[in-house]
């Protein structure tokens, strides 16, 4: 039986069952840290026709909205120093598409690490986050400018950037083309988005399934390369490089992630980590699980419509070598 809604990628209709994983939010709220894999707010669905995933029934906007304007976590405050690192990486790929350094903005900012480094690198910066606790810390703690908001409800100047971040973020949205398209409005002529989300069609992704450390409370979409490809044409963006994103963090935070599905063994291996002195040591190990894209705005004229969604009885087209995560 196929599920209600369309496609968050390609705007098709004929979603079908896929992964049955309905949870709950959980005491932490929605964290960026949040070790709670193999649930999520509802079941997974997934498109037959470009292999995109998304959650069904969509949570409300505005549920998540609330959840995450009171999300509060010191974890990756904490990891400092790996996600300055991470985010020099992203900055990197950004700097190779553009022409200069000149306004970069990064949506959903989280703490500000990474406009924190573009400063320092000499880009004008702003960022806009969700989180009142994120959002402070990046004024307060680094001097940034942060709009404590999202990308719809921020005031931000069309046309005035150009770069735009967004690193973790697509996943968390219901209308991510909605996203997109204001994104379309924002960057300057000749700007590139950055955007990193979760691969759900990677090798180990599929060899998981429903117990994948991405499968989270936090995630309501769930994209592989050719779904994110897809939904970036739809949306009048032309892709011009993708890779693996590996995050630098400790060895001893990564074997605190061991928790969600063994405490026991988390804490036995992080005692063995600092006995052997190796803890704090920065790991970045690349499970070829997390995509980083960078896109440019074709031309208005130029950029595919998006596709008319079928009727509700329509047959649905074969997938065509879709990734799928693995039930």
Excluded at 259 to 277: D, F, H, K, Q
Excluded at 318 to 327: I, K, R, V
Aim: aromatic share 6%; proline share 7%; net charge negative.
């Amino acid at each position: 039986m196929s599920a209600q809604g369309a496609c968050s990628a390609c705007g098709l209709l004929g979603l079908r069952p896929h992964l049955r994983v309905a949870g709950e939010i959980g005491p932490d709220g929605l964290i960026p840290s949040t070790d709670r894999f193999g649930s999520a707010l509802a079941d997974i669905v997934r498109c037959p026709h470009c292999g995109h995933m998304q959650l069904d029934p969509m949570p409300e906007e505005a549920v998540l909205a609330a959840a995450y304007a009171e999300a509060e976590s010191d974890a990756y405050i904490d990891e400092e120093a790996g996600q300055r690192t991470t985010a020099r990486r992203a900055l990197e790929r950004i700097e190779a598409h553009v022409a200069r350094r000149g306004t970069i903005l990064d949506l959903g900012c989280w703490v500000g690490f990474l406009l924190a480094e573009a400063r320092d690198s000499g880009w004008q910066t702003l960022g806009v986050e969700p989180s009142e606790f994120g959002s402070s810390y990046a004024r307060d703690e680094l001097g940034l400018e942060v709009i404590t908001g999202d990308v719809f409800s921020a005031d931000l100047e069309p046309a005035s950037f150009e770069a735009i971040a967004m690193g973790d973020v697509l996943e968390h949205l219901v209308s991510p083309a909605d996203a997109l398209a204001r994104i379309r409005e924002l960057l300057a002529p000749g700007g590139v988005l950055w955007l990193a989300v979760p691969d759900a069609g990677s090798g180990v992704a599929r060899m998981m399934g429903k117990r994948w450390w991405s499968v989270l409370p936090t995630h309501v979409q769930y994209f592989t390369r050719g779904s994110l490809a897809t939904l970036l044409g739809r949306c009048g963006f032309d892709q011009l490089e993708s890779s693996t994103a590996p995050k630098a963090f400790t060895v001893g935070y990564y074997l605190e992630r061991i928790g969600g599905y063994s405490p026991t063994t988390a804490r036995a291996l992080v005692r063995a980590a600092r006995a052997a002195g190796i803890a704090e040591r920065m790991w970045a190990p690349d499970f070829r699980d997390r995509l980083a894209v960078v896109a440019r705005p074709v031309a208005k004229s130029a950029a595919a419509p998006a596709p008319a969604a079928p009727a509700a009885n329509a047959p649905a087209a074969p997938a065509a070598n879709a990734s799928t995560l693995t039930p």
